[in-house]
C-alpha cells in the first residue's frame, strides 16, 4: 500500500494527523507494508518554499510504515504567475500537476512511473494538493492497482451553491481526479453530495466520518493550565485550536472577542496552533489583554488546552470535519462554528454546539455571547456532545470500513484482470489461477 499526503507527522494538520492513523492502522490489523510519500515541508510554507538544505528525497523507517519525502520544487520569482499561465492549457491532468497551490515535486512524480516495489492499492488525500494526487494515479494506472482518494473536501457557505471556496475545491481538474478513483471516501453526507454533483459514480462514494481517540486529548489539568495563562476559573474561556488563519476564522475571532469585550462581557480567548502569515500580520498589531497565543501544541499541551478551557471556537470556512470539535466534545466542551463546510453538519444546533451565519461576525459575536453568559447551557451542550462521542465516533468503526472497501475493491479488481487475461491466454492458465490471484489481497 502507498499513501500519498501533501505533508506527514511531525508536520501539524487534520489531514496529516489522519494520514499517520491510516497508516499505522493498515500495518498493525490490516498486515499491509505502507510506504508514504509525502513532501520534506513541515510548515505549508515550505511547500512552496522549501528549506534550501532538503534538495534530495529522505526516507526513513518508523513502527507504521516506510516514509518518503520528496523534496518541493524551490521558489522562484514569479512562481505563481509562470504557474497561473502553465495551468490555463485545457488538460486535467497538466492542470493537476501545474496550478500554484500545489507543492510540485518532480522527484514523486518521476518515482511514480519507476517504482519497483510491491502496490496494492494507492491512497492520496487531500485536495486541493492535486500534484500529489495525480502521482497517486499515475503509480496505480502505472502498476494497476486501484486508486482511491479521500480528498476532505472544503465547500464553504452550506446555503451558498456558488461559495468560492466551493468552486476552488471542485475546480475541473479536480472533479477529473475524483472521477479517477476507484472509491472516494467522504466525511459528511454534505461532502457526499458535492461529490456526487462532480459525477462520481454513487457505489464508489463512501461515507465514512471521522473518530476521535480520547486517550489522546483528554486528562489535562484544568487548574495549574489556567494559572499559567493567568486565568481566573471564574472567567470563560474561549479556546481555538487550529492553523491560526483567516480561512480557519482566526482574525474573526479575534474581532468577535473586541466586540464582547465592548460589550462588557467577562471572557478570554486562548489560540493555539501554528501562525499563518496571514495571522502573523494581524497579531502583530493586536494588543488585546485578553487573549493568549500558545503557539503549537505538545500531546500534553493539548489535553490542558482542553481541560482549561469552557467552549471551543472554530468559525472555518474550509474545514471538511474539524477533528478538534470531536476532541472537544470528549472533554464535554460545546463547540460554535459556521454554517460551514464539516462543522456546519457536524454540530447540532443549540443541542450540542451553536453554529452562526458563514462569515457573520456580528451573529458569531452573538453565539459566542449566548454560551458565555449561560454556564449551564454550556455544561448540557458539552454532556450531549460527550454521548455522542462513544456512538458515533469510535475510529475502529471509521478505519474498518477503508480496509474493507480497499480489500473488496483490490480484490474485484484483480478477479477482472484474471478474467481478461483468461480469455486472451486461455491455455497459459489452471482453472485456479484465477481465484489465487483474487485472494493475492492488499498485504503480506
Same mark, same amino acid.
Request: proline share 9%; charged share 20%.
Given at each position: 500500500m502507498v499513501l500519498c499526503v501533501?505533508?506527514?507527522?511531525?508536520a501539524l494538520g487534520g489531514a496529516e494527523t489522519y494520514a499517520q492513523r491510516l497508516a499505522g492502522y493498515l500495518h498493525a490489523e490490516g498486515g499491509?507494508?505502507?510506504?508514504?510519500?509525502?513532501?520534506?515541508?513541515?510548515?505549508?510554507?515550505?511547500?512552496?518554499?522549501?528549506?534550501?538544505?532538503?534538495?534530495?528525497?529522505?526516507?526513513?523507517?518508523?513502527?507504521?510504515?516506510?516514509?518518503?519525502?520528496?523534496?518541493?520544487?524551490?521558489?522562484?520569482?514569479g512562481r505563481r504567475w509562470v504557474l497561473k499561465a502553465l495551468s490555463l492549457l485545457p488538460h486535467p491532468l497538466w492542470r493537476s500537476l501545474t496550478v500554484p497551490c500545489n507543492p510540485i515535486c518532480p522527484s514523486m512524480?518521476?518515482?511514480?512511473?519507476?517504482?519497483?516495489?510491491?502496490?496494492?492499492?494507492?491512497?492520496?488525500?487531500?485536495?486541493?494538493?492535486?500534484f500529489i494526487a495525480a502521482c497517486a494515479w499515475r503509480l496505480a494506472r502505472c502498476r494497476q492497482v486501484p486508486f482511491f482518494l479521500t480528498p476532505f473536501l472544503h465547500f464553504g457557505d452550506l446555503n451558498d451553491p456558488r461559495d468560492p471556496i466551493r468552486r476552488a475545491y471542485t475546480a475541473w481538474h479536480l472533479r477529473w481526479l475524483l472521477r479517477q478513483a476507484d472509491g472516494v471516501f467522504?466525511?459528511?453526507?454534505?461532502?457526499?453530495?458535492?461529490?456526487? #454533483?462532480?459525477?462520481?459514480?454513487?457505489?464508489?462514494?463512501?461515507?465514512? /466520518?471521522? @473518530? +476521535?481517540? *480520547?486517550r489522546e486529548c483528554t486528562g489535562g489539568n484544568r487548574r495549574e493550565t489556567r494559572r499559567r495563562w493567568g486565568i481566573d476559573e471564574q472567567t470563560p474561556v474561549i479556546g481555538h485550536l487550529a492553523n491560526l488563519s483567516r480561512a480557519k476564522g482566526t482574525i474573526d475571532l479575534l474581532q468577535a472577542a473586541e466586540r464582547l469585550q465592548k460589550r462588557g462581557i467577562p471572557c478570554r480567548l486562548v489560540l493555539a496552533g501554528p501562525a499563518m502569515p496571514d495571522f502573523r500580520r494581524v497579531w502583530s498589531q493586536c494588543s488585546g489583554s485578553d487573549i493568549v497565543y500558545l503557539g503549537p501544541l505538545s500531546p500534553q499541551q493539548k489535553k490542558d488546552f482542553f481541560a482549561a478551557i469552557d467552549l471551543?471556537?472554530?468559525?472555518?470556512?474550509?474545514?471538511?470535519?474539524?477533528?478538534?470539535?470531536?476532541?472537544?466534545? #470528549?472533554?464535554?466542551?460545546?463547540?460554535?462554528?459556521?454554517?460551514?463546510? /464539516?462543522? @456546519? +453538519?457536524? *454540530?447540532?444546533?443549540?443541542?450540542?454546539?451553536?453554529?452562526?451565519?458563514?462569515?457573520?461576525?456580528?451573529?458569531?459575536?452573538?453565539?459566542?455571547?449566548?454560551?458565555?453568559?449561560?454556564?449551564?447551557?454550556?455544561?448540557?451542550?458539552?454532556?450531549?456532545?460527550?454521548?455522542?462521542?462513544?456512538?458515533?465516533?469510535?475510529?475502529q468503526d471509521k478505519l474498518d470500513l477503508v480496509w474493507q472497501v480497499m480489500a473488496e475493491t483490490a480484490q474485484r479488481k484483480q478477479q477482472r484482470s484474471s478474467r481478461t487475461l483468461i480469455?486472451?491466454?486461455?491455455?497459459?492458465?489452471?482453472?485456479?489461477?484465477?481465484s489465487t490471484q483474487a485472494g493475492a489481497g492488499l498485504c503480506r
Open positions: 501533501h505533508r506527514y507527522p511531525p499491509c507494508h505502507v510506504r508514504v510519500w509525502t513532501t520534506t515541508a513541515r510548515t505549508l510554507e515550505q511547500m512552496w518554499h522549501p528549506l534550501p538544505s532538503l534538495y534530495s528525497p529522505i526516507r526513513e523507517r518508523r513502527g507504521e510504515a516506510v516514509i518518503e519525502r520528496f523534496p518541493p520544487l524551490r521558489g522562484f520569482p512524480w518521476h518515482q511514480a512511473q519507476r517504482y519497483a516495489g510491491p502496490v496494492h492499492a494507492v491512497h492520496a488525500l487531500a485536495f486541493p494538493y492535486a467522504v466525511q459528511t453526507e454534505a461532502e457526499r453530495q458535492v461529490v456526487l #454533483a462532480c459525477g462520481v459514480a454513487p457505489q464508489r462514494v463512501h461515507l465514512q /466520518g471521522m @473518530g +476521535v481517540d *480520547i471551543l471556537a472554530l468559525p472555518s470556512r474550509t474545514d471538511s470535519f474539524g477533528l478538534v470539535l470531536l476532541e472537544a466534545w #470528549a472533554n464535554a466542551r460545546p463547540n460554535v462554528a459556521y454554517r460551514a463546510g /464539516g462543522p @456546519g +453538519v457536524l *454540530i447540532r444546533h443549540e443541542q450540542d454546539g451553536l453554529l452562526a451565519r458563514c462569515g457573520d461576525v456580528n451573529d458569531l459575536t452573538e453565539q459566542l455571547a449566548r454560551l458565555l453568559c449561560n454556564p449551564s447551557w454550556r455544561t448540557m451542550m458539552g454532556s450531549r456532545g460527550q454521548q455522542r462521542i462513544a456512538h458515533e465516533f469510535q475510529w480469455s486472451l491466454f486461455p491455455s497459459s492458465f489452471p482453472a485456479s489461477a484465477a
